[in-house]
């Protein structure tokens, strides 16, 4: 049994709605199908979920509803009395997460409608704790009891429940996160998440002209490369599949023969010759370096550095050390307003000598499961960028050997995401 995610571009119109219904009747061992809502049809076309997010100040229904109906239309199938219902429950809403759950939920009863298939609402079943964090064993609980004898079945992806019954969405893209919940919740065979490209790439083709397609990836390469920015999957979504160990297919509904990447639990799964599997990056970093002489043998630095970051609830990205210095790689976001606070509470803190602050940072991340049984890797890196001038800024390797980090200043990014590409796969 298959559990399959149809993501927003595959849903943007009838005719790749048309796609989808061929696909999912294609094998009938797809049986239960997450839907995104309606993404964007051609590059300056907006997203339903967009539209929805802007409805508390636009209060503009009418474009939204017209996305469905065109697609309703052309399957000859009336969603206008629910298109009625939905329009009335959002002039009655100031919730964000509630509006934006519609483009999702509309979605889910359209192609229900469509399919001939029974409509099965997420809320209600995935559930979250009044802190909003996900309840994984219980939303599984749910969704199997509610699932199991259901033949064949369509759900929405990206929200759930508050135990006060408020919807809560996950953050953008999460339809994804979904699925893997539905996998998990059956202990499906495979979760296929059907997008718009043929798989993960090994770089960013914005950057890299062509790269390869990663043809098998495992869960912890995927984690690495999906948060460091190669979009095709949510970097959460594995945790659900991950205790099963259900594989993940990344396919492309517009190409639906072509095999797309096989993201698997066990690295053992995927032989390949590779050194390295993929490159990706993003932009937006900070680093700040704290100086104090002595600072390997004073007890507790580290923590009272860190308790700072608590305090202030900021989420560090690495924490390279040396021998007097200890470095903390945070977010722009996070040092945009603050930074003078920020400063003060670490040098009270720290006692530091010096505290320095250098921004405009890219972080690129090269991972590769096979990194940890070869040499020189590192060095064909470093050759790589030293090759094209660039200058490395922060280095960060974890004891997993799955992943070494580095950080060059933003204006290097691409230029440096290219050399180690071509460093690596010639
Ligand atoms: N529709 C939501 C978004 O645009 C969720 C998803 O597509 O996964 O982020």
């Known amino acids: 049994m298959k559990v399959c995610k149809f993501g927003g571009t595959s849903m943007a119109s009838a005719d790749s709605v048309r796609l989808v219904t061929d696909i999912i009747r294609q094998d009938e061992d ?8 309606p993404g964007k049809r051609f590059p300056a076309d907006v997203k339903v979920t967009d539209a929805l997010y802007a409805y508390g100040k636009s209060h503009d229904f009418e474009g939204i509803a017209k996305r469905y109906t065109d697609i309703a239309d ?27 759950s519609r483009g999702e939920y509309l ?73 893997a919940i539905v996998a998990a ?32 990836l495992s869960y912890k390469e995927l984690r690495e490369l999906a948060y460091m920015g190669a979009e ?12 099963a160990g259900i594989p993940i297919n990344v396919k492309n509904t517009f190409n639906p023969t072509h095999p797309g990447t096989m993201i698997v639990a ?25 100086e104090k002489d ?35 790689v945070i977010r722009d976001e996070y040092v945009e307003r603050r930074l003078p606070r ?20 890219a972080l690129i991340a090269t991972v590769g499961r096979n990194m940890a049984s070869r040499q020189g890797t590192a060095a064909a890196l470093f050759k790589s960028l030293a090759a094209r001038h660039i200058n490395v800024r922060m280095i960060d390797q974890g004891s997993s050997e799955l992943n070494i980090i580095i950080g060059v200043d933003t204006f290097d990014y691409e230029k440096a995401i290219t050399a180690i590409y071509h460093g690596f796969f010639k």
């Open 107 to 179: 979605c889910a009863r359209m192609l229900a409608e469509i399919l001939g298939a029974e409509f099965v609402d997420a809320a209600g079943l995935i559930c979250f704790d009044e802190d909003g964090e996900l309840l994984l064993a219980e939303s599984c609980g749910r969704l199997f009891r509610r699932l199991s004898s259901t033949h064949i079945a369509v759900l929405p992806g990206f929200y759930g429940t508050l135990p006060d019954g408020n919807i809560k969405t996950f953050s953008r893209g999460g339809s994804d996160i979904t699925g």
């Open 294 to 328: 002595m600072m390997n043998s004073e007890i507790g630095f580290a923590r009272r550095v860190l308790s700072v970051l608590e305090e202030e609830q900021i989420s560090f990205e690495h924490v390279p050390s040396g021998i007097d210095t200890l470095s903390i």
């Open 266 to 290: 066990d690295a053992a799964d995927c032989p390949s010759e590779r050194v390295v599997t993929g490159v990706a990056g993003k932009k937006g970093f900070t680093i700040i370096n704290i």
């Open 30 to 37: 797809r049986r239960y199908i997450v839907v995104s809502a």
């Open 74 to 100: 052309a399957f000859g199938v009336d969603i206008a009395p629910l298109l009625q219902d939905v329009g009335t429950q959002l002039e009655g809403t100031s919730s964000r997460d509630f509006a934006a």
């Open 342 to 361: 920020l400063l003060l509470k670490l040098q009270n803190a720290s006692d530091a000598d010096n505290i320095e602050v250098h921004s405009g940072l």
């Open 185 to 216: 919740a059956l202990d499906a065979d495979l979760y296929e998440n059907w997008t718009d490209v043929d798989g993960f790439l090994s770089a960013d083709p914005r950057i890299v002209k062509d790269p390869c397609l990663i043809e098998r």
């Open 232 to 243: 095709v999957l949510h970097p959460e979504c594995i945790f659900p599949v991950r205790h």
